[in-house]
């Protein structure tokens, strides 16, 4: 079990635009930019090497590299390198709707200022997958289906009639 990480704590995490009549969104949110910044740089990477992984017909693991020349080296990996018995990695990470949504726009190049135009309802789920090439997509932001109707809410409103 993992120690809460104060890095995720709620708070505006980028500018409002459109800007929202009635928010003031600029105390603090210098502090909470470089804080949840700090945050997506520390959870969401990518590689600092491209490579693509294939596996052979014998599910070994080949990665190819390109270097700044343009040719590519071809390499078998192994068991280690391949990560024991899964290549994969799963990183859980629970944090509030805003945190996520900056997280979602960072992570796929999307203006960071865009976070509030994306909704997650509270205990939703969020599925972003980073190949080990550095391209990133998304599964799923804000999924509720885990949840029955009596057992949503988003923005301290119960249900799905919100505004």
């Not at 596996?55 to 693991?61: F, H, Q, V, W, Y």
């Not at 270097?67 to 590519?72: E, P, W």
């Not at 994969?88 to 997280?103: A, L, Q, T, W």
């Amino acid at each position: 079990q993992a120690k809460p990480d104060s890095l995720l704590n709620e708070g505006i995490p980028a500018q409002i635009i459109p800007a929202r009549p009635g928010v003031r969104a600029e105390e603090g949110m210098d502090e909470n930019h470089n804080r949840i910044e700090e945050a997506f740089r520390k959870y969401l990477w990518r590689s600092s090497r491209p490579s693509h992984h294939l596996e052979d017909e014998a599910g070994a693991i080949r990665e190819t590299i390109g270097d700044s020349g343009g040719d590519k080296e071809e390499q078998r990996l192994s068991a280690d390198e391949q990560g024991g018995e899964s290549r994969h990695k799963f990183e859980v990470i629970v944090c509030h709707g805003n945190v996520i949504r900056y997280f979602f726009c960072r992570a796929l190049q999307l203006p960071p200022e865009a976070w509030l135009r994306l909704s997650v309802f509270n205990c939703s789920l969020t599925y972003l997958m980073i190949k080990p090439n550095g391209t990133v997509s998304c599964r799923l932001l804000g999924d509720i289906g885990h949840l029955g109707h009596d057992h949503t809410s988003f923005s301290m409103r119960q249900g799905l009639a919100w505004s």
